[in-house]
């Protein structure tokens, strides 16, 4: 059942079309993904659907979850900024006091593993995102939007994060990521809307954008030699060489089939590569994320 229905939505400032004729669903209960590179129009998508501006165009419903909209729903945007000397604890019972059935905010504080007592200053990178999602969450929402969470973070604290969305969803709670990190679409969305140039070029599982890609194998052996063989088999969809390189793409049991066609010597350095949703976004935009 959808939780949130956008359609033909429309927004622009002036002359300037931010978003145009955008449309997609949100299920309730999962992790629906908007990915695009940055200027795409992703952040202006979400602030409509969350009533933080108004539409030129087009109509946002809201399934029966959603009576009031700034109850239940909690939006975390990209820049999260509060006083130094502000306490965790002190920011939480404050944003608690605005809701009229908000969540246990010091049981909110335990989940996202903050000490009530640090101050805003004292956060690293990755504690201010933490208390960025605890701030969306304190008013119980059932929809988080959660706009570029990861940005800035290091490795150890985006996967972290990742984490903690994942038993965000756990609790309830459907989430609207918005993000131009493609492992990051990959490890969290069961579903993703790919955005460019204010328009959504595809909405579908990762797994199913990576298929559109062109399959989802490929093969690269280190070899000089002719294997033109190899494109009479039918697991085969192309092979190009690349310097000493030969890449094989197709379906189906493509190593083995390789494996088979090629005497030993020909196999020197092979190795399986699985085409990714960078591959895909790339293939769909024209362009890499970023």
């Not at 940055?38 to 501006?53: P, Q």
């Not at 990209?78 to 006091?97: F, H, I, N, R």
């Not at 379906?251 to 083995?256: Q, V, W, Y």
Request: hydrophobic share 40%.
């Amino acid at each position: 059942m959808a939780i949130i229905s956008v359609h033909n939505l429309r927004k622009t400032y002036g002359e300037k079309v931010a978003v145009d004729d955008v449309s997609f669903s949100v299920e309730e209960g999962e992790i629906f993904g908007i990915v695009g590179r940055n200027g795409a129009g992703k952040t202006t998508t979400v602030e409509c659907v969350a009533g933080l501006r108004t539409p030129s165009g087009g109509t946002i419903e809201y399934g029966t979850a959603i009576r009031d909209l700034k109850e239940q729903i909690g939006v975390q945007l990209q820049d999260c900024s509060l006083p130094d000397k502000l306490k965790v604890g002190e920011a939480l019972a404050l944003y608690a006091s605005f809701y009229s059935r908000p969540a246990d905010w010091r049981a909110l504080l335990a989940e996202v593993g903050l000490d009530p007592g640090a101050a805003f200053a004292k956060l690293s990178g990755g504690q201010r995102q933490r208390l960025s999602i605890a701030l969306a969450l304190v008013g119980n929402p059932r929809v988080a939007i959660l706009d570029e969470l990861t940005t800035g973070l290091d490795p150890q604290a985006r996967r972290d994060t990742w984490e903690l969305i994942s038993r965000v969803r756990e609790m309830g709670v459907t989430v609207l990521l918005v993000t131009h990190f493609m492992e990051e679409v990959e490890r969290l969305c069961d579903r993703v809307a790919v955005i460019s140039s204010g328009r959504v070029l595809a909405v579908d599982t990762p797994d199913g954008l990576i298929a559109r890609a062109g399959g989802e194998q490929r093969i690269v052996l280190t070899s000089t030699a002719q294997v033109t063989a190899l494109t009479a088999l039918p697991q085969v969809t192309g092979v190009h060489r690349d310097g000493d390189e030969v890449i094989v793409t197709g379906t189906g049991d493509l190593l083995a089939a390789v494996v088979g066609a090629l005497p030993p010597d020909q196999l020197a350095g092979l190795r399986t590569e699985r085409i990714t949703f960078d591959d895909a976004f790339l293939a769909l935009t024209g362009h890499a994320p970023g």
